[in-house]
């Protein structure tokens, strides 16, 4: 029977057999006892399925990739320790030293700055591109050594929102696949992959776990992005993994599977980005209650910003599903029930009458947190955005009289009514 994306919220990823546990269980457990140690070789030659080390694999992580791979309609997928470590996993699998990428411009800070400093140490290039760009100038971001091209569905914090066809086709006219880290809008809100994305990923942190419980990212591979047909410019897919008994993954687990097992069987069994089974339970969880929470996120954001847009004292207001926003016609096309909790605006008076407005509030608390059940707020340019220049802060969309406020799942009235209060106090 197919079911629904609210059903998989619950039902996906594990089904007890009689007598099993009803919840996924935590499997808390570094290793795997084998009778013979043939059966075990099989294991490491990727010959049988299983498990001999939770470095590489768990069953309770994977029970709960499974689910967010039903969430968002993929083929494989995998648990990270973070969704740094998702978003690290997802370029690096398929862009080597020597290499080069191309990402939008308006995404995370720490994203931009993994992308811009620590992997060009690596000898990664990267091209930003204005996600508003044209099609001829974002065609024209491509090299013959270009591996894959990369974006945020909403980026974080500056809600813009990626028309993600006009890269995905050009992507997939250049012969390399669209990254897509699909955190804020979560698959209840937008499944990029059946608008054109190859991979996508997560910070499950956010969201999904939803209660700032459990640090976590999410890979998911759509199945759709045919390796073989592109093998000169992807050999680590395409050509035998020398370090891994000769495996050429493309050749053994065809498109739908091959991104994943190489991810696997070579980026965590050398960098251990796993997250514990205990974090892996926590985040199920969260994920059992997302299409609720959701809901509930975009209706208090929405009303958060409509008074903010008419109080006086705010000089501006993004929030993709105002009518009055530049991306309101993408949002419909891509996001038409909705877009996340997180509202950002402008405090007239600029920087310290925005952290004026945000010491005076009383329910939202000023963290380095996003996308939680409570209601926080944040100044990106002080803080997760600080490392970036004026003009790197521009071009990612974070001024600096830019608060990001992510709603809650309270009382919208009740949110409002502390956001005016602390407006009355700003200068």
């Known amino acids: 029977m197919k079911q629904r994306?609210?059903?998989?919220?619950?039902?996906?990823?594990?089904?007890?057999?009689?007598g099993e546990p009803r919840q996924i269980p935590i499997i808390q457990s570094t290793t795997f006892?084998?009778?013979?140690?043939?059966?075990?070789?099989?294991?490491?030659?990727?010959e049988a399925s299983g498990y001999f080390y939770s470095r590489l694999q768990n069953p309770t992580c994977d029970m709960v990739a499974a689910k967010i791979c039903a969430l968002e309609g993929g083929t494989a997928a995998m648990l990270t320790s973070s969704g740094q470590a998702a978003n690290f996993f997802s370029v690096f699998n398929i862009a080597n030293a020597g290499d080069h990428v191309i990402s939008s411009t308006s995404i995370y800070g720490g994203t931009f700055n993994l992308f811009n400093v620590t992997?060009?140490?690596m000898g990664i290039d990267f091209t930003f591109v204005d996600p508003d760009c044209s099609e001829e100038e974002l065609n024209a971001a491509f090299r013959p050594n270009t591996k894959a091209v990369f974006g945020e569905t909403i980026a974080n914090p500056a809600l813009t929102v990626l028309d993600i066809e006009k890269f995905a086709k050009a992507?997939?006219?250049?012969?390399?696949?669209l990254i897509i880290d699909n955190t804020f809008p979560t698959p209840i809100n937008c499944r990029p992959i059946e608008w054109g994305a190859d991979i996508v990923t997560h910070s499950t942190t956010k969201y999904m776990d939803g209660h700032g419980s459990a640090v976590g990212g999410c890979i998911v591979d759509g199945g759709n992005f045919d390796w073989m047909a592109n093998a000169e410019r992807f050999p680590g897919l395409c050509t035998p993994d020398d370090s891994y008994h000769g495996i050429t993954y493309a050749?053994?687990?065809?498109?739908?599977?091959?991104?994943?097992?190489?991810?696997?069987?070579?980026l965590m069994r050398d960098f251990g980005c796993t997250p514990a089974p205990q974090s892996a339970y926590l985040l199920n969880l969260g994920?059992?209650?997302?299409?609720?929470?959701?809901?509930?996120?975009?209706?208090?954001?929405?009303?958060?910003?409509?008074?903010?847009?008419?109080?006086?004292?705010?000089?501006?207001?993004?929030?993709?599903?105002?009518?009055?926003?530049?991306?309101?016609?993408l949002q419909?096309?891509?996001?038409?029930?909705g877009t996340c909790g997180v509202v950002s605006f402008g405090v007239k008076g600029g920087k310290d009458a925005a952290e004026t407005f945000m010491k005076n509030l009383r329910l939202a608390a000023i963290e380095t947190h996003v996308a939680d059940a409570r209601t926080c707020c944040l100044h990106p340019a002080t803080t997760t955005h600080r490392q970036l220049t004026e003009e790197e802060l521009a071009a990612a969309g974070v001024?600096?009289?830019?608060?990001?406020?992510?709603?809650?799942?309270?009382?919208?009235?009740?949110?409002?009514?502390?956001?005016?209060?602390?407006?009355?106090?700003?200068?």
């Open 332 to 337: 419909k096309k891509y996001l038409p029930k």
């Open 119 to 121: 992997m060009r140490k």
């Open 171 to 177: 992507a997939h006219a250049h012969g390399v696949p």
């Open 251 to 266: 050749e053994k687990f065809g498109k739908e599977g091959a991104f994943i097992y190489k991810a696997t069987a070579q």
């Open 5 to 18: 994306i609210e059903t998989k919220c619950v039902q996906a990823g594990y089904t007890p057999k009689n």
């Open 287 to 329: 994920l059992e209650s997302l299409h609720v929470r959701m809901e509930r996120h975009c209706a208090n954001a929405l009303a958060v910003a409509r008074a903010l847009e008419a109080h006086p004292k705010v000089s501006w207001v993004n929030f993709p599903e105002l009518e009055s926003n530049k991306y309101n016609a």
């Open 399 to 427: 001024p600096g009289d830019l608060v990001r406020m992510s709603c809650g799942i309270e009382n919208a009235q009740d949110l409002i009514d502390d956001i005016l209060q602390a407006l009355d106090k700003a200068q």
């Open 33 to 46: 006892k084998y009778d013979t140690g043939e059966d075990m070789g099989k294991l490491f030659d990727l």
